[in-house]
């Protein structure tokens, strides 16, 4: 009788592990889901989830389900507004701030003062050890006219010290922000 009721309590305490250890996975995944995407989006990803989950076969089933969740994560992904996290004026001639720090992720925005008389630029001078050519490109401005300009936002998605100068005024305006975790 006593040993029973051991097995028993150990089966209980088994089960109530199993729940507590599946609901933040579950959660969480809800959480990804539900950050980016409409209504709308949101119930036809379960129309198409559904479908895919009357597929018999198992691999071609889960393929399906794959392929649904990773169409609507790069939906709600793209959908999600940045946040500016840094705004950096541009004057003439100066950057102000000359230096500050964000997080991966955030966006960083310039705006040019209105009393400017000369024209300038936003140029990478140098960034993070992995940053693409692409992202490189992205980052930098043609020369702008004195007023009536900005710039971003853009996202920075690597971690490490980004160095800009306007390329017009390299010795007066440098700005640097440096991307943590
Ligand atoms: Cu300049």
Redo the contacts with the bound molecule.
């Keep these: 009788m006593k040993r029973a009721a051991a097995w028993l309590s150990v089966g209980i305490v088994a089960l109530a592990l199993g729940a507590a250890g599946a609901a933040p996975t579950s959660m969480a995944s809800t959480d990804a889901t539900a950050s980016g995407l409409t209504a709308k989006q949101k119930r036809a990803k379960k129309k198409a989830l559904k479908k895919c989950y009357k597929i018999r076969n198992k691999a071609k089933r889960k393929r399906c389900v794959k392929n649904v969740n990773r169409k609507y994560k790069k939906l709600s992904q793209s959908q999600v507004k940045p946040k500016v996290a840094v705004t950096v004026g541009?004057n003439?001639?100066y950057f102000s701030p000359s230096s500050s720090t964000m997080k991966k992720g955030q966006a960083i925005k310039w705006v040019w003062n209105n009393n400017n008389r000369?024209?300038?630029?936003v140029t990478l001078v140098s960034g993070p050890a992995g940053l693409t050519a692409k992202d490189k490109y992205n980052l930098t401005t043609p020369n702008s006219p004195a007023v009536g300009y900005t710039f971003g936002p853009k996202v920075l998605n690597q971690t490490g010290t980004y160095n800009f100068v306007?390329?017009?005024?390299s010795t007066v305006?440098v700005f640097s922000v440096n991307v943590t975790n």
């Design positions: 541009v003439d001639d000369n024209a300038h630029n306007c390329s017009l005024h305006m």
